[in-house]
């Protein structure tokens, strides 16, 4: 089962080169996930460091702005493949996600509001 802040490796079809990309999940219930890049090419991005990130090769960035949908099979062979589960965003980035949110131009105040919720939810599980 994936959980809000899991870090998976799934297939960017959408992308100039199409491969696999580690996406951090946002929201479970329609398998929404953002992108992980290494460069902050698009709006709405927050930084994540490798320091804290240990499956990071180097500081990254989170596609806040772009949220990506995955069907329940894409994500499931993720966690199939033995290195399909890159790892877990950090408490602290968990946390500034889910405060980044609300000042991402690029979504609707219905993903912003839905978006802050589950991550609310996360941290409470964690118990952050």
Request: charge should be negative.
């Amino acid at each position: 089962m994936v959980n809000v802040g899991d870090v998976l490796w799934l297939f960017a079809g959408t992308i100039r080169d199409p491969k696999m990309k580690m996406h951090a999940c946002v929201y479970v219930d329609d398998g929404i996930f953002f992108r992980i890049n290494s460069k902050s090419h698009f709006p709405g991005s927050i930084l994540i460091t490798q320091e804290e990130h240990p499956f990071l090769k180097w500081d990254s960035y989170l596609e806040c702005g772009g949220p990506i949908e995955f069907d329940v099979s894409e994500i499931e062979e993720s966690f199939e493949r033995e290195w399909g589960v890159a790892g877990q965003l950090s408490d602290k980035a968990l946390q500034e996600m889910g405060s980044h949110i609300e000042t991402v131009r690029q979504l609707t105040r219905a993903e912003k509001q839905k978006f802050k919720d589950s991550i609310r939810r996360e941290c409470e599980r964690r118990g952050i």
